[in-house]
């Protein structure tokens, strides 16, 4: 169980980072202006909400789409990881994070980012039997 928790805190905090990289890379894509540990705190909660907007909303997204998803050979994955981005951003101005996506473009480039960096650091976070992925 606290293998399971501990996985789960490094997956969190591996999507932290991955978000943290797309603000550095997007302009477009900001977290507000506070000391270093309010940033940190914005970053992990975005996370949180990124990762159950994912879980939630993705799967749906996937099983009504599907035919489309082959049709575009899986482009349709990368309009759909954007929105989501955007609707993460929306959730978290709702609850007052500074947090904030300005425009398709952006969330495009930015759950692109957040994509590729969180698979690399997945790569050296254990999966949850407790063995790296190769």
């Known amino acids: 169980m606290l293998k399971k928790l501990l996985i789960l805190l490094l997956k969190i905090a591996a999507s ?3 978000i ?5 890379l997007i302009d477009d894509i900001t977290i507000g202006d506070g000391k270093v540990i309010e940033k940190i705190g914005v970053l992990v909660a975005v996370a949180v909400i990124f990762g159950l907007v ?6 749906i997204v996937k099983t009504i789409g599907c035919a489309f998803y082959v049709l575009t050979l ?3 994955a990368l309009v759909v ?3 989501l981005f955007l609707l993460t951003s929306a959730i978290a101005g709702a609850i007052d994070l500074s947090f904030h996506v300005e425009g398709f473009w952006a969330a495009l480039w930015g759950a692109l980012i957040v994509g590729l960096v ?3 650091l997945n790569l050296v976070i254990p999966d ?3 063995k790296k992925k190769r």
């Open 16 to 18: 932290a980072l991955s």
């Open 20 to 24: 943290w990289v797309a603000t550095l």
């Open 54 to 59: 994912n879980a939630v909303i993705k799967p």
């Open 74 to 76: 899986g482009l349709l």
């Open 81 to 83: 990881n954007a929105l």
């Open 118 to 120: 969180n698979w690399g």
């Open 128 to 130: 949850k039997k407790g």
